[in-house]
Every structure is written in structure tokens, then in C-alpha cells.
């Protein structure tokens, strides 16, 4: 049975001073799913989360979390935590008592356990007394981190979680979000230009670019889905090298073969196309083949390929 979707957006369209930023954008997110969001600068990712957030209206279509909109409704809201690029932390208050300042506001049982426990998770329990003014970008990530996780949502919306945070701290923010989604079937809706992050922690992505979703599907779907297919290939003689590239461009299936500084023949190939002619080419021509076998494709790869080479 298919339950209702946890975040829909149903024909959502929306422009700044007469700039149309999204375009019929439609998708929906089942409880417990990690959803990855998507595409290049300026691309409309923060304006969907705003829009779903209830922070600004539409000019067309509908946001709903839990089947409402959050703009009119509290309850629905209370049970959301976000992470945005403004944390709204004080600076004078140290980390801690910005934390008790929030679980108040949200009615937090045992507020000072809570407070300590989401200070430990992100890393910053040691730097609990210190101003939050004093602290650096990654840090007040961090603390927003800690704070949007405060009250146990039951959805997450995560803008840009590891922007600014050095390795380690960028690895304990993956692990968490993994966590919180099995361990407390949170749901999460994630911004990020990192796609080896999406790639790790996410279950669906939607790649959003020129106003409308390009692509959506789970991330092995993407994929498998959107990328050409490229054949490896080691000779065992390398001065047949410049022959086997002509006997290679006229093998049906192939889109372009050439040689790579990494010593190898890359082959394209064509949606589907198999290995087994390029070798029969190869081997009839009296070419010796010592390898081969098809490069593993990235979440990356078949981002530049929808998005044609627009870089995050
Ligand atoms: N309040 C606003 N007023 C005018 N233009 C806006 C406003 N908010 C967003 N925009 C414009 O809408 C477009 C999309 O911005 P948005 O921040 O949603 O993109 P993004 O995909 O999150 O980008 P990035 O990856 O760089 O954070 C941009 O051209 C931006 O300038």
C-alpha cells in the first residue's frame, strides 16, 4: 500500500521581479526517504525548500508537508526542523544557551539532557560555554545542525548541511543523518552540492535545472539512466595503440574512442551497445587486447550528463 507522501510539490511555479525561477516543479516524499535535491547555482533549490517551508508563497501550484501548507499551519510546522543559511543563533549567548533558549521555545522534555545530547552528536559539547560568536562557519553549521534536530522532527530540511565544515566534521553530519533516518524514520529533504555526499546518504534524487526537474529516480536509477556507457580497454602491445583507435571509430556502437592519459582506450558507446564486437573488431584486425571492462559510472557522470556539464 502506498501511503501518502510526506512532502509534495504539485505543479509549483514562482518568479523574483519578473524571473521565472520554477516551472511546474512536481514531486513527493514518502516518510523515512532521504531525498537528495539537485542543481546548479541559481537553480531554484533554496526556493523550493522556502516554498515547501511556507516561508514564501507561490504564484502557482501548492507545498504541502503532512498534506498541508506550513505557512497556516502551527502544529504541522512544529513537527519540521531546518537547517538554512541563517541559523538565528544570538552571538552574545554561548552554544548552549542558544540551544535551551530553542528547546524551550518547542517545549522540549528534559531540556538540559536534550540540549547536551544534540551538542555531543554534532560534535560541539566541548565548545558548549563559548560564545557563539566566537565560533567559525563550519561550527555555526554545525550548532544549526544541533538546533533544527533539537525537538525530534519527524521531517528534516537540510539547505547546504556541510557547506563550510572541514572532513571529519562533514563524515559525522552523514553519519547523522543516516541515523536519524533509521533510527528515528525521519524524513529528509537535503540540498547539497556535494554529489558523493547524495550519492552516501541519500535514497531518491531529483536534479532540478532551467526552472523544471530534469531528472528523478533512486540514485543507482540515475545512473544507470543518464549517462553513455564507456569501455576500458589495455592493449597488450602499446604501438597498436593508434591502430586499434581507427579499427575502434568504425565498430558499430561506438560514439568516440580514444586514448587517455591513464594509458587506456576509453570507448563510448551507445545506450546499450555490449563489449563483445569491439573486441571481435579488435581481435580480427590482429589487435591484442590484455583487458577490458566497462568504467564504473558516478553519481557525478550522470549529473554532468543531464544537466550537460552545468556544474553545481
Ligand atoms: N527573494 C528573492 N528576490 C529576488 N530573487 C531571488 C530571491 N530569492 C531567490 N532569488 C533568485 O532566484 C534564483 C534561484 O535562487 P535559489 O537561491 O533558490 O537557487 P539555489 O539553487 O539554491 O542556488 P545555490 O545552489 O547557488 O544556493 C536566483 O536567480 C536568485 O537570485
New binding site residues.
Given amino acids: 500500500m502506498v501511503s501518502d507522501p510526506v512532502i509534495e510539490a504539485r505543479n509549483l511555479s514562482r518568479s523574483?521581479?519578473g524571473?521565472l525561477?520554477l516551472d511546474q516543479v512536481s514531486f513527493s516524499i514518502q516518510s523515512g526517504e532521504i531525498f537528495g535535491f539537485l542543481?546548479?547555482?541559481?537553480?531554484?533549490?533554496?526556493?523550493?525548500?522556502?516554498l515547501l517551508l511556507g516561508l514564501?508563497r507561490p504564484d502557482r501550484g501548492e507545498a504541502t508537508v503532512f498534506g498541508v501548507s506550513l505557512a497556516e499551519h502551527d502544529r504541522e510546522r512544529r513537527r519540521v526542523g531546518v537547517l538554512l543559511e541563517q541559523n538565528g543563533m544570538t552571538d552574545r549567548l554561548s552554544a548552549e544557551r542558544n540551544l535551551r533558549y530553542y528547546a524551550g521555545l518547542y517545549s522540549v522534555p528534559n531540556p538540559a539532557q536534550r540540549v547536551e545530547e544534540v551538542l555531543s552528536l554534532v560534535g560541539l559539547l566541548d565548545r558548549r560555554s563559548d560564545l557563539v560568536g566566537t565560533f567559525s562557519t563550519g561550527m555555526r553549521r554545525s550548532l544549526g545542525l544541533a538546533r533544527a534536530i533539537l525537538h525530534h522532527p519527524a521531517v528534516l530540511f537540510l539547505?547546504?548541511p556541510t557547506s563550510g565544515l572541514d572532513p571529519g566534521a562533514q563524515q559525522r553530519v552523514r553519519e547523522l543523518i543516516r541515523t536519524l533516518s533509521v533510527e528515528e524514520s525521519m524524513t529528509v529533504f537535503l540540498?547539497s552540492?556535494h554529489l558523493d555526499e547524495v550519492e552516501r546518504v541519500c535514497s531518491r534524487v531529483a536534479i532540478?535545472q532551467d526552472q523544471r526537474i530534469r531528472a528523478i529516480d533512486t540514485v543507482e536509477g540515475i545512473r544507470r539512466g543518464h549517462q553513455q556507457r564507456v569501455f576500458l580497454i589495455v592493449l597488450s602491445r602499446r604501438e597498436q595503440t593508434v591502430a586499434a583507435v581507427e579499427v575502434l571509430r568504425t565498430c558499430p556502437g561506438v560514439v568516440e574512442a580514444r586514448l587517455e592519459e591513464d594509458g587506456m582506450m576509453h570507448v563510448t558507446l551507445q545506450g546499450t551497445s555490449g563489449s563483445a564486437g569491439l573486441l571481435g573488431c579488435l581481435v580480427h584486425a590482429g589487435i591484442q587486447v590484455e583487458e577490458g571492462y566497462f568504467k564504473r559510472e558516478s553519481l557525478e557522470d550522470a549529473y554532468l550528463a543531464v544537466t550537460g556539464g552545468d556544474k553545481?
Avoid: C, Q, S, Y
Fill in positions: 523574483f521581479d524571473h525561477v542543481g546548479p547555482n541559481g537553480a531554484g533549490k533554496t526556493t523550493t525548500m522556502r514564501i539547505d547546504e540540498n552540492h532540478l553545481t
